[in-house]
């Protein structure tokens, strides 16, 4: 299994981004997916995640209402459209999959999840 995150950059405050994460994962309906993020120094910190139909999504508080996670089952993609950047959202951002029926709130814990990209990194100018 691979995931391939994509789409990271360097953007004003203000400003919008798109993140994308491409799975090669024959069942990718059978996962929840979900995105992290993590700065030097910090531990990684949940943003959002998503049930395996797209029918249900959980957000942080910190990315509540500037966010939206979205997927894309017929093309394995899993996506993050960030609105409203600020400069505390620069971080590498880093998509996960875990192979679970529902979504819950233990989906914001990282032990939770079975595959992890590579990273790609968002800085937010201010």
Request: with cysteine.
């Amino acid at each position: 299994v691979q995931l391939q995150a994509s789409g990271g950059g360097l953007v004003q405050a203000g400003g919008s981004l798109r993140l994308s994460c491409a799975a090669s994962i024959r069942t990718f309906s059978n996962y929840i997916m979900a995105w992290f993020r993590q700065t030097p120094g910090k531990e990684r910190e949940f943003v959002a995640a998503i049930a395996r139909t797209g029918g249900s999504t959980y957000y942080a508080d910190s990315v509540k209402g500037r966010f939206s996670i979205s997927r894309d089952n017929a093309k394995n993609t899993v996506y993050l459209q960030m609105n409203e950047l600020k400069p505390e959202d620069t971080a590498a951002y880093y998509c996960a999959a875990d192979w679970s029926l529902y979504l819950g709130g233990s989906h914001s814990s990282d032990n939770r999840y079975d595959y992890w990209g590579q990273g790609t990194q968002v800085t937010v100018s201010s």
